[in-house]
């Protein structure tokens, strides 16, 4: 708790300050979106912002991403670290990406500005985008080959973007110089500025109305509750130590070797301690996690067990504490690469929510397919221009008590969208032959899992660079209480001549003109006894081509 007096605060001016604050935020968001030039981030949203307080805590957060939410509590103190309050001025913006200095991924940039009420530093607002090219090995930045944070690239620290308003240009030309399609870049880059100067201006409204010292203090006021809600709903779940284990398929470098996540989760009164003793040492190829995502999977982890209703700022992080073993999958030691970590996030976010699932049998439900598959082509149109696109691909949910898992939905941490073809098709010559449910992907139970995706590309020119990082090739979502596990992905390239090439799980290849991906998602783990599913339910099924 804070040192901050809240006698007196009116309960409803708090209430309606915490929805004006999480409305700037939205506001912000819809800037992003609107302002992107890419379509990772107009059409898969992939993009998010937030409001902080001047010491660096979450104030308020848009609906969007969870990783990106969570991952910018340390881009905002590394900014605050490397450039003192003192030292700032109105219209100030920052930059970072480094997930060694406060970055999570080089595609990630996190943008930054302070807000200002009469001279002094109330809050800051932030926003985080996916960048659809960063340099590196391969067109997209997602080099699933990558041995090392160089290969990856672009990596910018801590840097002052805008001073007082005026950009710098020897950084911005450093950044065009060194990504295959700047224009898109800056152009997300500076609808970032103007979402984090749409929040400055709101919240100085905001202070204008109520005053600054009062509003500060109410700041502070709803991080203190969120806190208190928070370890009375932690309070509630049976105190003891709870385990789990589960596997990513590999590392993108050493095929066959699958990748142990381990988790200790302790409940002690109201507060949570989790432990990743016995997780993997950090691999050679870029799954490894830095720890701002596995912090970001303890955040969402405890939100998705906690009460849905309390507001969500960073007075529901402080009864959270991590043991992350150097030298790890979960924190490893600089130069390794890390671009697939969300891959690993959101298979930490479903292994701590699986060591409760004995506990709590009633709120959680069966592991999701977990994987979110990331595809980036990247080439030259027919009249000579680059582009670059990626491509976001869900799986299913699990089965719930009560419920059947949903169809085709992002889960554990993410919450992006696929490209809809006529915009895959618009900024690529790339074709979307096909679009469907996978059938009988969803693991059977007294609830069924949900259902992957089929998605079938067509490269329509010849050198076309093409990543593919996926998950549940080689481990299904598993059931729970007797449910059967889910369907495993799988993803061919069919190439023009016939042969067929079976994807490991992730590759990095070149595409030639009439080559053809196809991509199979898995299925959500199923839940209580098959024998117990009603044959309404199985006649529904059939007559919906889902089984």
Same mark, same amino acid.
Request: with cysteine; hydrophobic share 40%; glycine share 12%.
């Given at each position: 708790?804070?040192?901050?007096?809240?006698?007196?605060?009116?309960?409803?001016?708090?209430?309606?300050?915490? *929805?004006?604050?999480?409305?700037?935020?939205?506001?912000?968001?819809?800037?992003?979106?609107?302002?992107?030039?890419?379509?990772?981030?107009?059409?898969?949203?992939?993009?998010?912002?937030?409001?902080?307080?001047?010491?660096?805590?979450?104030?308020?957060?848009?609906?969007?991403?969870?990783?990106?939410?969570?991952?910018?509590?340390?881009?905002?103190?590394?900014?605050?670290?490397?450039?003192?309050?003192?030292?700032?001025?109105?219209?100030?913006?920052?930059?970072?990406?480094?997930?060694?200095?406060?970055?999570?991924?080089?595609?990630?940039?996190?943008?930054?500005?302070?807000?200002?009420?009469?001279?002094?530093?109330?809050?800051?607002?932030?926003?985080?985008?996916? *960048?659809?090219?960063?340099?590196?090995?391969?067109?997209?930045?997602?080099?699933?080959?990558?041995?090392?944070?160089?290969?990856?690239?672009?990596?910018?620290?801590?840097?002052?973007?805008?001073?007082?308003?005026?950009?710098?240009?020897?950084?911005?030309?450093?950044?065009?110089?060194?990504?295959?399609?700047?224009?898109?870049?800056?152009?997300?880059?500076?609808?970032?500025?103007?979402?984090?100067?749409?929040?400055?201006?709101?919240?100085?409204?905001?202070?204008?109305?109520?005053?600054?010292?009062?509003?500060?203090?109410?700041? *502070?006021?709803?991080? $203190?509750?969120?806190?208190?809600?928070?370890?009375?709903?932690?309070?509630?779940?049976?105190?003891?130590?709870?385990?789990?284990?589960?596997?990513?398929?590999?590392?993108?470098?050493?095929?066959?070797?699958?990748?142990?996540?381990?988790?200790?989760?302790?409940?002690?009164?109201?507060?949570?301690?989790?432990?990743?003793?016995?997780?993997?040492?950090?691999?050679?190829?870029?799954?490894?996690?830095?720890?701002?995502?596995?912090?970001?999977?303890?955040?969402?982890?405890?939100?998705?067990?906690?009460?849905?209703?309390?507001?969500?700022?960073?007075?529901?992080?402080?009864?959270?504490?991590?043991?992350?073993?150097?030298?790890?999958?979960?924190?490893?030691?600089?130069?390794?690469?890390?671009?697939?970590?969300?891959?690993?996030?959101?298979?930490?976010?479903?292994?701590?929510?699986?060591?409760?699932?004995?506990?709590?049998?009633?709120?959680?439900?069966?592991?999701?397919?977990?994987?979110?598959?990331?595809?980036?082509?990247?080439?030259?149109?027919?009249?000579?221009?680059?582009?670059?696109?990626?491509?976001?691909?869900?799986?299913?949910?699990?089965?719930?008590?009560?419920?059947?898992?949903?169809?085709?939905?992002?889960?554990?941490?993410?919450?992006?969208?696929?490209?809809?073809?006529?915009?895959?098709?618009?900024?690529?010559?790339?074709?979307?032959?096909?679009?469907?449910?996978?059938?009988?992907?969803?693991?059977?139970?007294?609830?069924?899992?949900?259902?992957?995706?089929?998605?079938?590309?067509?490269?329509?020119? $010849? $050198?076309?660079?093409?990543?593919?990082?996926?998950?549940?090739?080689?481990?299904?979502?598993?059931?729970?209480?007797?449910?059967?596990?889910?369907?495993?992905?799988?993803?061919?390239?069919?190439?023009?001549?016939?042969?067929?090439?079976?994807?490991?799980?992730?590759?990095?290849?070149?595409?030639?003109?009439?080559?053809?991906?196809?991509?199979?998602?898995?299925?959500?783990?199923?839940?209580?006894?098959?024998?117990?599913?009603?044959?309404?339910?199985?006649?529904?099924?059939?007559?919906?081509?889902?089984?």
């Amino acid at each position: 708790m804070n040192g901050f007096s809240t006698a007196g605060l009116d309960p409803i001016t708090v209430e309606v300050t915490r *929805h004006r604050l999480e409305g700037i935020a939205n506001e912000m968001q819809s800037t992003l979106l609107r302002s992107s030039f890419s379509p990772i981030v107009k059409e898969g949203l992939d993009a998010s912002a937030g409001l902080f307080t001047a010491d660096g805590q979450t104030l308020a957060q848009s609906c969007s991403i969870p990783i990106h939410l969570a991952t910018l509590i340390p881009a905002v103190a590394r900014i605050l670290q490397q450039f003192p309050p003192a030292t700032m001025q109105p219209d100030d913006s920052y930059v970072l990406n480094d997930p060694y200095c406060g970055g999570t991924h080089l595609p990630d940039i996190a943008v930054i500005q302070p807000i200002f009420v009469q001279g002094r530093i109330i809050a800051f607002a932030a926003a985080m985008t996916h *960048h659809q090219d960063m340099g590196g090995l391969s067109a997209g930045s997602v080099p699933t080959n990558a041995t090392e944070i160089f290969q990856e690239g672009l990596r910018i620290p801590p840097l002052k973007f805008r001073d007082r308003g005026v950009v710098n240009a020897t950084l911005e030309a450093m950044i065009r110089q060194n990504v295959r399609i700047p224009d898109t870049v800056m152009g997300d880059l500076h609808a970032q500025v103007s979402a984090c100067a749409v929040g400055a201006r709101r919240v100085a409204e905001l202070a204008e109305k109520q005053g600054g010292n009062a509003l500060t203090t109410i700041f *502070h006021e709803l991080l $203190d509750r969120s806190e208190r809600m928070t370890r009375l709903a932690l309070a509630a779940i049976p105190d003891g130590t709870y385990r789990h284990v589960d596997w990513l398929d590999n590392d993108g470098v050493e095929l066959k070797k699958p990748i142990r996540i381990e988790v200790a989760v302790t409940i002690a009164g109201d507060a949570v301690h989790i432990d990743f003793a016995g997780t993997s040492a950090q691999v050679r190829g870029p799954l490894n996690c830095v720890p701002s995502g596995s912090l970001a999977a303890a955040c969402f982890a405890v939100r998705a067990l906690t009460d849905p209703k309390i507001p969500t700022n960073g007075g529901c992080f402080r009864p959270i504490t991590l043991h992350l073993p150097e030298g790890t999958l979960v924190n490893p030691r600089e130069p390794a690469p890390v671009n697939a970590r969300t891959s690993t996030i959101k298979r930490i976010t479903g292994t701590i929510i699986g060591a409760l699932a004995q506990v709590l049998p009633d709120r959680i439900p069966a592991p999701s397919a977990g994987q979110m598959v990331i595809v980036a082509f990247g080439g030259r149109k027919p009249d000579g221009t680059p582009f670059v696109t990626g491509d976001l691909i869900a799986g299913g949910s699990g089965a719930a008590r009560g419920s059947d898992g949903v169809d085709v939905i992002e889960t554990d941490a993410t919450n992006c969208m696929n490209l809809p073809a006529e915009a895959a098709e618009l900024e690529t010559p790339i074709r979307l032959n096909r679009v469907a449910l996978r059938p009988g992907s969803g693991g059977d139970g007294t609830w069924r899992g949900g259902l992957g995706t089929i998605r079938e590309y067509e490269a329509l020119v $010849d $050198d076309v660079s093409f990543t593919h990082r996926s998950e549940r090739h080689f481990s299904a979502a598993p059931g729970l209480f007797g449910g059967a596990e889910g369907a495993r992905a799988v993803s061919v390239i069919h190439r023009a001549d016939g042969q067929q090439e079976v994807i490991p799980s992730k590759i990095v290849t070149r595409l030639n003109k009439g080559d053809r991906v196809v991509i199979e998602t898995a299925g959500g783990g199923g839940y209580g006894d098959p024998g117990l599913r009603g044959p309404g339910a199985r006649e529904a099924d059939a007559a919906d081509g889902k089984v």
